[in-house]
Protein backbone atom coordinates (compact mmCIF):
# COMPACT_ATOMS: atom_id res chain seq x y z
CA UNK A 1 0.00 0.00 0.00
CA UNK A 2 1.44 3.28 -0.78
CA UNK A 3 1.34 6.48 1.11
CA UNK A 4 -1.86 7.49 2.28
CA UNK A 5 -3.19 10.11 0.29
CA UNK A 6 -6.95 11.20 -0.26
CA UNK A 7 -8.14 11.19 -3.95
CA UNK A 8 -11.53 10.34 -3.74
CA UNK A 9 -14.97 12.53 -3.72
CA UNK A 10 -15.78 11.66 -0.31
CA UNK A 11 -18.73 13.51 1.45
CA UNK A 12 -17.66 14.41 5.23
CA UNK A 13 -20.73 16.77 6.38
CA UNK A 14 -22.34 14.58 8.40
CA UNK A 15 -20.54 16.13 11.67
CA UNK A 16 -18.84 13.33 13.42
CA UNK A 17 -16.28 10.34 11.96
CA UNK A 18 -18.39 7.80 13.01
CA UNK A 19 -21.14 8.99 11.28
CA UNK A 20 -18.86 9.30 7.78
CA UNK A 21 -17.77 5.91 8.22
CA UNK A 22 -21.54 4.87 8.40
CA UNK A 23 -22.12 6.76 4.96
CA UNK A 24 -19.80 4.74 3.28
CA UNK A 25 -22.61 1.59 3.49
CA UNK A 26 -24.70 0.47 0.46
CA UNK A 27 -28.23 2.06 0.79
CA UNK A 28 -27.00 5.34 2.72
CA UNK A 29 -26.67 7.67 0.08
CA UNK A 30 -28.45 5.12 -2.62
CA UNK A 31 -24.71 4.34 -3.59
CA UNK A 32 -22.81 0.88 -3.32
CA UNK A 33 -19.82 0.17 -1.29
CA UNK A 34 -17.40 2.95 -1.05
CA UNK A 35 -15.50 0.54 1.48
CA UNK A 36 -14.66 -1.62 -1.78
CA UNK A 37 -10.88 -2.44 -1.30
CA UNK A 38 -7.85 -2.10 0.97
CA UNK A 39 -6.85 0.90 -1.31
CA UNK A 40 -10.49 3.09 -1.03
CA UNK A 41 -10.18 2.18 2.66
CA UNK A 42 -6.78 3.82 2.70
CA UNK A 43 -7.76 6.65 1.15
CA UNK A 44 -10.74 7.14 3.48
CA UNK A 45 -8.64 7.08 6.34
CA UNK A 46 -7.11 10.17 5.33
CA UNK A 47 -9.66 11.99 3.95
CA UNK A 48 -11.31 11.79 7.64
CA UNK A 49 -8.46 12.76 9.27
CA UNK A 50 -7.93 9.82 10.70
CA UNK A 51 -4.12 9.84 10.15
CA UNK A 52 -2.06 12.34 8.68
CA UNK A 53 -1.66 12.75 5.08
CA UNK A 54 1.68 10.97 3.83
CA UNK A 55 1.42 8.19 6.91
CA UNK A 56 2.42 4.97 5.29
CA UNK A 57 -0.16 2.64 5.07
CA UNK A 58 1.60 -0.36 3.84
CA UNK A 59 -0.05 -2.96 6.74
CA UNK A 60 -3.70 -2.26 5.55
CA UNK A 61 -5.40 -5.20 3.72
CA UNK A 62 -8.43 -6.97 2.63
CA UNK A 63 -8.25 -7.87 6.89
CA UNK A 64 -8.48 -4.16 7.68
CA UNK A 65 -11.47 -3.39 5.30
CA UNK A 66 -13.44 -6.55 6.99
CA UNK A 67 -12.92 -4.71 10.20
CA UNK A 68 -14.05 -1.52 9.49
CA UNK A 69 -17.42 -2.55 7.56
CA UNK A 70 -17.90 -4.88 10.58
CA UNK A 71 -17.64 -1.96 12.93
CA UNK A 72 -19.88 0.40 10.37
CA UNK A 73 -22.80 -2.09 10.69
CA UNK A 74 -22.43 -2.60 14.24
CA UNK A 75 -22.69 1.81 14.39
CA UNK A 76 -25.12 2.00 12.31
CA UNK A 77 -27.45 -0.93 14.44
CA UNK A 78 -26.88 1.40 17.43
CA UNK A 79 -27.29 4.60 16.52
CA UNK A 80 -30.92 3.28 14.31
CA UNK A 81 -31.83 1.40 17.91
CA UNK A 82 -30.98 5.30 19.78
CA UNK A 83 -33.15 6.99 17.61
CA UNK A 84 -35.82 4.53 17.86
CA UNK A 85 -35.84 4.57 21.47
CA UNK A 86 -34.80 0.63 21.64
CA UNK A 87 -31.52 -1.36 22.84
CA UNK A 88 -28.93 -2.37 20.90
CA UNK A 89 -27.35 -4.91 23.19
CA UNK A 90 -24.65 -6.49 21.09
CA UNK A 91 -23.81 -3.87 19.01
CA UNK A 92 -23.05 -1.79 22.03
CA UNK A 93 -21.13 -4.22 23.34
CA UNK A 94 -19.03 -4.14 20.31
CA UNK A 95 -18.47 -1.06 19.86
CA UNK A 96 -17.66 -0.40 24.00
CA UNK A 97 -14.84 -3.24 23.64
CA UNK A 98 -13.48 -1.91 20.93
CA UNK A 99 -13.55 1.49 22.08
CA UNK A 100 -11.38 0.19 25.37
CA UNK A 101 -8.30 0.18 23.14
CA UNK A 102 -5.89 2.66 22.34
CA UNK A 103 -6.17 5.05 19.89
CA UNK A 104 -2.97 5.81 17.42
CA UNK A 105 -0.41 8.10 19.16
CA UNK A 106 -0.04 11.58 18.06
CA UNK A 107 3.12 13.78 17.63
CA UNK A 108 3.95 17.02 16.50
CA UNK A 109 7.13 17.18 14.44
CA UNK A 110 8.88 20.12 12.19
CA UNK A 111 7.28 20.36 9.12
CA UNK A 112 8.52 22.52 5.99
CA UNK A 113 9.37 26.14 6.83
CA UNK A 114 9.72 25.14 10.45
CA UNK A 115 5.52 25.11 11.28
CA UNK A 116 4.61 22.02 13.53
CA UNK A 117 2.42 18.96 11.80
CA UNK A 118 0.75 16.29 13.57
CA UNK A 119 2.18 12.66 13.21
CA UNK A 120 1.38 9.69 14.23
CA UNK A 121 4.23 8.28 17.14
CA UNK A 122 4.20 4.67 15.56
CA UNK A 123 3.07 3.09 12.42
CA UNK A 124 -0.55 3.00 12.48
CA UNK A 125 -2.50 -0.57 13.71
CA UNK A 126 -6.08 -1.55 12.58
CA UNK A 127 -7.06 -1.74 16.15
CA UNK A 128 -6.00 1.37 17.12
CA UNK A 129 -7.70 3.43 14.68
CA UNK A 130 -10.86 1.54 15.29
CA UNK A 131 -10.60 2.18 18.76
CA UNK A 132 -10.33 5.68 17.82
CA UNK A 133 -13.87 5.52 15.49
CA UNK A 134 -15.70 3.72 18.63
CA UNK A 135 -14.93 6.66 20.80
CA UNK A 136 -16.26 8.77 18.73
CA UNK A 137 -19.66 6.83 19.04
CA UNK A 138 -19.02 6.80 23.03
CA UNK A 139 -18.61 10.38 22.40
CA UNK A 140 -21.42 11.32 20.48
CA UNK A 141 -23.71 8.86 22.77
CA UNK A 142 -22.90 10.22 26.29
CA UNK A 143 -22.82 13.77 25.52
CA UNK A 144 -26.19 15.11 25.82
CA UNK A 145 -25.74 18.05 22.91
CA UNK A 146 -24.42 16.23 20.59
CA UNK A 147 -27.09 13.50 21.02
CA UNK A 148 -29.77 15.36 21.06
CA UNK A 149 -28.55 16.81 17.48
CA UNK A 150 -28.43 12.95 16.05
CA UNK A 151 -30.82 12.94 13.24
CA UNK A 152 -31.34 10.42 9.91
CA UNK A 153 -31.65 11.91 6.80
CA UNK A 154 -35.60 11.88 5.49
CA UNK A 155 -34.67 11.67 1.66
CA UNK A 156 -36.11 8.85 0.58
CA UNK A 157 -33.58 7.25 -0.70
CA UNK A 158 -30.85 8.50 2.06
CA UNK A 159 -30.02 6.52 5.26
CA UNK A 160 -27.12 8.83 6.27
CA UNK A 161 -26.79 10.11 10.17
CA UNK A 162 -25.81 13.97 10.77
CA UNK A 163 -25.33 16.29 13.21
CA UNK A 164 -28.23 19.21 13.35
CA UNK A 165 -26.51 22.32 14.36
CA UNK A 166 -29.13 24.45 13.02
CA UNK A 167 -30.65 26.97 14.82
CA UNK A 168 -33.68 25.54 16.08
CA UNK A 169 -33.10 22.34 15.01
CA UNK A 170 -35.22 22.08 12.35
CA UNK A 171 -33.07 20.17 9.25
CA UNK A 172 -34.65 17.83 7.97
CA UNK A 173 -31.90 16.20 5.57
CA UNK A 174 -28.10 15.12 5.90
CA UNK A 175 -27.29 18.01 3.00
CA UNK A 176 -28.88 21.20 1.91
CA UNK A 177 -27.14 21.37 -1.44
CA UNK A 178 -27.39 17.33 -2.08
CA UNK A 179 -30.59 15.70 -0.82
CA UNK A 180 -32.45 18.92 0.10
CA UNK A 181 -32.08 20.42 -3.25
CA UNK A 182 -32.90 16.89 -4.70
CA UNK A 183 -36.43 17.12 -2.40
CA UNK A 184 -36.89 20.60 -3.82
CA UNK A 185 -36.72 19.93 -7.11
CA UNK A 186 -38.84 16.67 -6.60
CA UNK A 187 -41.65 18.86 -4.96
CA UNK A 188 -41.45 21.33 -7.53
CA UNK A 189 -42.35 19.01 -10.14
CA UNK A 190 -44.66 17.27 -8.24
CA UNK A 191 -46.35 20.27 -7.75
CA UNK A 192 -46.22 21.58 -11.85
CA UNK A 193 -47.86 18.27 -12.98
CA UNK A 194 -50.44 18.91 -10.19
CA UNK A 195 -51.02 22.47 -11.82
CA UNK A 196 -50.62 21.59 -15.61
CA UNK A 197 -53.47 18.67 -15.45
CA UNK A 198 -56.43 20.65 -14.54
CA UNK A 199 -55.39 23.21 -17.44
CA UNK A 200 -54.77 20.73 -19.52
CA UNK A 201 -58.13 19.38 -19.08
CA UNK A 202 -60.01 22.70 -19.23
CA UNK A 203 -58.25 23.53 -22.53
CA UNK A 204 -60.63 20.70 -24.24
CA UNK A 205 -63.23 22.33 -26.22
CA UNK A 206 -66.77 20.64 -26.04
CA UNK A 207 -67.09 18.82 -29.31
CA UNK A 208 -70.24 16.78 -28.47
CA UNK A 209 -71.88 16.78 -31.68
CA UNK A 210 -76.05 16.89 -31.09
CA UNK A 211 -78.05 12.86 -32.16
CA UNK A 212 -80.04 14.00 -34.56
CA UNK A 213 -83.30 12.10 -34.80
CA UNK A 214 -83.99 10.14 -38.09
CA UNK A 215 -87.33 9.95 -37.46
CA UNK A 216 -88.55 13.69 -38.08
CA UNK A 217 -89.36 14.06 -41.70
Known sequence: MATGKSSCDWRFDSGRPCLDLVATGIGTTGACEL??????????????GLVPGGTRLDAVDESWVV???QLRTGVDRLLTAELGGRGAGSALERVNALAAGAPPGLRAV????????RTLSA????????????????????DPVARAGLRRCEADNCRRFYLDTSRGRRRRWCSSEVCGNRERVARHR?????VAVPEATAAVPD???????ATVP
Open 35 to 48: LDGAERLADWLVAA
Open 67 to 69: RFR
Open 110 to 117: RGRGGKLV
Open 123 to 142: DPECGALLAAVARDVVELLT
Open 190 to 194: RRTAG
Open 207 to 213: VTVPVVD
